[in-house]
């Protein structure tokens, strides 16, 4: 073994900063910290995205809550061979679709549910949710379904059955023509059109800043 001039042994150069202490762990440190500064860009840019598709799920799950309890009432109809009507309201602190039975033949009637004419099968619908309920933007004008170069009329009515909020079901099936519009309290929401003979139901989206709703 070759030995140096003090009795040590002798080896490859060895620079005195590879020895200096904390060297590699500063190194470590500084590449945590570019590691954080880019995920938290990642996360700000991306951060959009997700809140825009949280908010898509959200009025579309809402709109086929609504469409499950509109094809409950008239499945309820046909069955017990009833007329019924649907209507939507607030239930103490909560909200829930509630189907009332025709009591004298003329129909389900706002005025004769409050005099316990037309009364509650014990079918409730309950509306959890709070990101979603029936509603219409407000900020702009709203492009009509029917017709886009006209705007929606009567922002404050989202639920549209002929001159009721109310959805009939008679023992055929058949419907009450009309339509509820969903809001998420900010740039979307959904139409359900409900075609009277048929009883079908067709859902239409919308996002703030466009001129036509879509499929």
């Known amino acids: 073994m070759t030995h140096t001039g003090n009795g040590g042994p002798c ?32 996360v700000a840019v991306g951060a959009p995205s997700v809140m825009s598709l ?4 959200a009025i579309r799950s809402a709109a086929a809550e609504v469409s499950a309890a509109f094809l409950r009432a008239r499945s309820y109809a046909i069955t017990r061979g009833v007329y019924v009507g649907l ?3 607030r239930n103490g602190n909560a909200y829930e679709w509630t ?3 025709d009591g004298n033949g ?6 004769e549910i409050v005099l316990g004419i037309d009364r509650p099968v014990g079918a409730y ?4 949710r709070n990101d979603v309920r029936p509603g219409i933007l407000i900020g702009q004008a709203v492009p009509d379904p029917s017709n886009p170069d006209q705007s929606l009329d009567r922002p404050d009515d989202p639920i549209r059955f002929n001159s009721s909020d109310i959805c009939s079901f008679s023992p055929r099936g058949e419907s009450t023509p009309g339509s509820i519009y969903l809001w998420d309290g900010r740039d979307r929401m959904a139409v359900l059109r409900v075609y009277g003979r048929t009883a079908k139901i067709r859902t239409l989206y919308y996002h703030r800043g466009e001129s036509v709703w879509k499929p």
């Open 106 to 111: 003329n129909g389900i009637r706002s005025a």
């Open 87 to 89: 209507k939507f309201r």
């Open 99 to 101: 189907l009332y039975q």
């Open 11 to 42: 080896g490859p150069p060895n620079p005195r900063w590879a020895q200096r202490p904390g060297a590699s762990r500063g190194a470590s440190l500084m590449d945590l910290v570019a590691v954080v500064a880019l995920a938290s860009s990642v």
């Open 54 to 57: 949280m908010s898509a799920v």
């Open 125 to 128: 619908f309950p509306w959890s």
